[in-house]
């Protein structure tokens, strides 16, 4: 196996799973789209759920003083939230998609930027993808990644029946995104333990959470401008554990 395999089997399931969702949607009735993306979005918060569990997991809160594991992880959205805000990253990644849409998607019947919004975020923030590409740039294995990529192709598949072609260039972020984790494992090595990876996944919970929120169309968060939260988490986690 090479470095990257991994982000590239992502990169295929993603593309493998529009094209039959949009094969396939193409027959199914506006209602039914709706109550597909309805369902994506439940299963988004149940995700979320599952991510949070980690907040009172006992490496994570034996490793930091009482009452962290929730202050680290507010701190870290707020610090992640400022930081993307000065970033502009949700503004950037609209730009981004409007700018492929006009490009290519001129004749796409689906709500292009929707699409590659919601599908770029979602693929991107989990943990999986920071810890499956850190991984693969160990030389440690792609399991992390493998299953990331079926969960992947699978919301691909149902994205595409509702947003079309725009969730096929989510593809464009989940690379950058993914090859720049995977080059910090190349060169760094192992450079999280157990509480960090925790400390990201309830950081990735409260993001999964904005995600389903904005699938139920029941509120907007900017979850890009959130999206360095996943940077502080660890590091506000080594800080408490080394120094607090």
Not at 12 to 18: F, N, S
Not at 85 to 90: D, H, P, S, V
């Amino acid at each position: 196996m090479f470095v990257g395999l991994g982000t590239i089997i992502n990169i295929g399931t993603i593309l493998l799973g529009t094209s039959v969702g949009i094969a396939g949607g193409v027959r199914f009735p506006d209602k039914l789209r709706i109550l597909v993306t309805d369902v994506l979005g439940c299963i988004v918060l149940i995700n979320a759920a599952d991510n949070l569990r980690s907040v009172w997991e006992k490496p994570f809160v034996n490793a930091v003083p009482k009452g962290w594991t929730t202050l680290g992880t507010l701190t870290a959205l707020i610090l992640g939230g400022v930081a993307g805000y000065l970033l502009r990253i949700e503004g950037r990644l609209e730009t981004l998609g409007q700018r492929i849409k006009e490009r290519f998607g001129t004749k796409d019947k689906g709500d292009f930027l929707t699409g590659f919004m919601t599908a770029s975020l979602l693929f991107a923030i989990g943990p999986l993808a920071i810890l499956g590409s850190i991984s693969d740039g160990m030389h440690t294995g792609i399991q992390q990644l493998v299953l990331k990529s079926t969960l992947d192709g699978f919301a691909a598949m149902a994205f595409a029946t509702t947003f079309g072609w725009g969730v096929a260039f989510s593809i464009i972020p989940v690379a950058i995104y993914q090859f720049s984790w995977t080059g910090i494992g190349f060169f760094l090595g192992n450079i999280l333990t157990t509480y960090q990876i925790q400390s990201l996944t309830a950081v990735g919970g409260v993001l999964l959470l904005g995600i389903g929120l904005r699938l139920l169309n029941i509120k907007l968060i900017a979850v890009g401008d959130l999206l360095p939260a996943l940077i502080f988490a660890p590091l506000l986690a080594l800080v408490a554990h080394q120094f607090v």
